[in-house]
């Protein structure tokens, strides 16, 4: 990832290990897992962990986009210095 930003000829600015504004699970992934949940029904946990496990077999795509939400809020974030950033 590092030699693909530098191909890019970004600044890497460092932030927290954890940032609720920053991290790709809160604004990408989890809202995916939950769409791709919603209105089921399991009858077992067994089920909910084989259904979690076909999610995790996504596209290349998917991963891409995921990147470019966290590049576009990571710039709002420093647009407001910072300060929390609600959609």
């Known amino acids: 990832m590092q030699n693909y930003i530098e191909t890019l000829d970004w600044e890497c600015l460092h932030h927290p ?18 769409k791709n949940l919603a209105k089921r029904r399991f009858v077992s946990n067994t089920e909910v962990k084989q259904a979690v496990k076909r999610f995790r077999m996504q596209s290349p795509e998917f991963l891409l986009e995921g990147f470019l939400k966290l590049i576009k809020w990571y710039d709002k974030c420093l647009n407001v210095l910072g300060t929390y950033v609600e959609k």
Do not use: E, R, V
């Open 17 to 34: 290990p954890y940032s609720p504004d920053l991290a790709p699970s809160d604004f990408h992934l989890f809202p995916a897992l939950k």
